[in-house]
């Protein structure tokens, strides 16, 4: 068990001061993330931790024991540091690097016993790089070689593990599989962790509290739920954002927000049957990409109902947890009615939304096109007792385009919209061009 306290810590370089009065206490198995604009001291922040800049006010403590005030080897015992690049220009070995993680348990002229090297290979097998412990570290791949100095920092077997943006310079991929593998050993090592981020949804995900600086100064602090508010956001980086919370996770995650420049306004307009956070997304794409957008029927508390007030998006509502009535289906319906076509999102269905379901297959029958993204089985988020998956088979029925995944529709919407513009241009002409027999008037 091991407690790490910041204790109203101020940093300077040289006579310019980048931390004042810091101080947070963090405790073992925890996922701290810290967040904030370049240059508001997020990295001196690790770096006066890890006593590589003395605070010139303040302590940083560990178990209530100055970490300055302690030997670097002992330190070293309880403290591993993962940086943002790892530039190693020496051609070692995979398993050579991550030996170099006992330096603190051996003494100077001591070699590595059979215990170190069972511990190294441990810590390799942990974090998937034992396969590649004889290759050159030169000639492994980003992530290959992230994971070998995560090994190395888990052969020092420290209490506290420090990370500096670790997935900066990593593809999706790989950016995720070393976010699972950080987690993981916060969970079943009982880590204490504290990782510099600048990606606000990987942090949401992944940390269990969230602290955001600005100008050395902590803004907020707590739960990444209670902290990564579009208010704090905009607060600490200026920008505009929507937060919601991820359908499936529970998660809050960030949509930034920003006008294009020289927004082209599209023919089409669309009428969105979306819900539980499943529309915020394609309600930004859509605006963004110059489309008339309108939506409902949603509950006010509804997420997406958030972001279409936040994209000033005309929306159909009822209050909180009402079921949809007559008045919000028949303001629906006129949305419908005035739209070019209708998309239904992967939204759950049940007796309260049913009515939104029932607008599509009216709509269709009418003759707007309606497109279904069924990135989710209609059949997992029917709890309608099967009557939604009913109307998703006469919508199918009647001929509504079904599409995979949002990227699908907006390829299927250009293509729409440029057949449309064509349409207008023909008929512009046409009513342009004298007819058989007139005369030309001059």
Not at 16 to 32: A, N
Not at 278 to 298: F, P
Not at 374 to 401: H, M, N, W
């Amino acid at each position: 068990m091991v407690d790490l306290s910041i204790d109203g810590v101020d940093c300077f370089y040289e006579s310019v001061k980048i931390l004042e009065d810091v101080r947070f206490s963090v405790k073992t198995g925890t996922f701290l993330g810290i967040l904030g604009p370049n240059g508001s001291g997020k990295t001196t922040l690790l770096k006066s931790i890890s006593r590589v800049l003395k605070p010139r006010k303040g302590a940083i403590l560990l178990n209530d024991a100055d970490v300055y005030k302690m030997k670097t080897r002992e330190v070293a015992r309880n403290m591993a540091v993962v940086p943002q690049d790892s530039a190693i220009a020496f051609s070692f070995t995979a398993l050579q690097i991550v030996l170099m993680g006992r330096s603190p348990h051996l003494s100077r002229f001591q070699s590595e016993s059979e215990n170190d090297l069972a511990i190294a290979r441990q810590a390799m097998e942990y974090t998937g790089t034992w396969r590649f412990a004889d290759r050159l570290v030169t000639e492994l791949s980003g992530g290959e070689r992230q994971r070998v100095i995560i090994a190395r920092a888990l052969t020092q077997q420290p209490k506290i593990l420090l990370l500096d943006e670790p997935t900066s310079h990593l593809d999706i991929s790989n950016q995720l599989e070393i976010m699972d593998l950080l987690k993981q050993l916060c969970i079943d090592k009982k880590l204490l962790i504290v990782g510099v981020f600048h990606d606000f949804n990987l942090a949401a995900r992944y940390c269990d509290s969230v602290i955001l600086l600005k100008d050395g100064k902590i803004v907020a602090a707590g739960k990444a739920a209670e902290t990564l508010t579009s208010e704090s956001i905009k607060n600490v980086f200026g920008i505009d954002v929507i937060v919601n919370k991820h359908p499936v996770t529970d998660l809050p995650y960030v949509i930034p927000i920003s006008k294009p420049k020289d927004q082209q306004q599209r023919t089409l307009s669309v009428h969105l049957i979306c819900g539980a956070g499943t529309g915020s997304t394609l309600m930004k794409i859509l605006t963004d990409s110059g489309y008339n957008v309108t939506a409902g029927v949603l509950n006010v508390l509804d997420t997406d109902f958030a972001t279409a007030e936040f994209l000033k998006i005309p929306v159909a509502t009822e209050p909180p947890f009402s079921t949809v009535t007559e008045k919000a289906q028949k303001a629906n319906l006129e949305m419908i009615r005035k739209a070019s076509l209708v998309v239904v999102t992967s939204v759950p269905f049940g007796f309260g939304n049913l009515q939104n379901l029932e607008a599509a297959v009216e709509a269709l029958k009418r003759g707007t096109p309606t497109y279904i993204i069924d990135e989710v089985p209609i059949e997992t988020r029917d709890f309608t007792q099967g009557k939604a998956k009913a109307l998703f088979d006469e919508l199918k029925s009647l001929g509504a385009i079904f599409v995979t995944n949002q990227h699908e529709l907006l390829d299927m919407l250009h293509v729409s919209e440029e057949k449309a513009r064509m349409a207008n241009g023909a008929s512009s002409a046409h009513h342009l061009k004298p007819g058989r027999g007139s005369r030309k008037i001059i």
